[in-house]
Nanobody, 134 residues
Framework: QVQLVESGGGSVHSGGSLRLSCTAPAFNLEYYAISWYRQAPGEEREGVACSGGSVSPGDTTTVVVDSLKGRFSTSRDYSKNLVFLQMSALKSDDTAVYYC???????????????????????WGQGTQVTVSS
C-alpha cells in the first residue's frame, strides 16, 4: 500500500522560503504524478502544484496553479525518491497545512488541482504545517 510522507514545514517570516518534501517508503514515485494541496484554517482545500510521472528520463511535466506561479515550483530528486515543493516570497496567506497526494496516474490533470483533489486522489500524506508570520 502506498504511503506518502511530507516534511519540511515550519514557521517563517513573510518573504521567506521553504522547501517541502514528499516521499513514499518502499514505493517508487518515479512514474506517478504527485500533487500538492493546501488547506488553511476554515478554508477549503486547494490545489497548489503537480509533478508528473516520468515518461522517459528527463521527460516530466509540472503544473503550478496560476495564482502561485513565480513563487512556487515543484521538482524531484529521483535518486532519493523525493518530490519537492519549493515556496518563495511567502505571505501570511500561504499559511496552511500542505499535503502531497497521488491518484496513481502518470499524468497531471489540472482539473484535479482545480477541485482540491476531492474524489480524485488515491493516497494522501499526513500533511505538514506551514506558518508565515508578518
Amino acid at each position: 500500500q502506498v504511503q506518502l510522507v511530507e516534511s519540511g514545514g515550519g514557521s517563517v517570516h513573510s518573504g521567506g522560503s521553504l522547501r517541502l518534501s514528499c516521499t513514499a517508503p518502499a514505493f517508487n514515485l518515479e512514474y506517478y504524478a504527485i500533487s500538492w494541496y493546501r488547506q488553511a484554517p476554515g478554508e477549503e482545500r486547494e490545489g497548489v502544484a503537480c509533478s508528473g510521472g516520468s515518461v522517459s528520463p528527463g521527460d516530466t511535466t509540472t503544473v503550478v496553479v496560476d495564482s502561485l506561479k513565480g513563487r512556487f515550483s515543484t521538482s524531484r530528486d529521483y535518486s532519493k525518491n523525493l518530490v519537492f515543493l519549493q515556496m518563495s516570497a511567502l505571505k501570511s496567506d500561504d499559511t496552511a497545512v500542505y499535503y502531497c497526494a497521488t491518484d496513481l496516474d502518470h499524468s497531471c490533470f489540472p482539473r484535479n488541482l482545480m477541485n482540491g483533489g476531492t474524489g480524485s486522489m488515491h493516497t494522501w500524506g499526513q500533511g505538514t504545517q506551514v506558518t508565515v508570520s508578518s
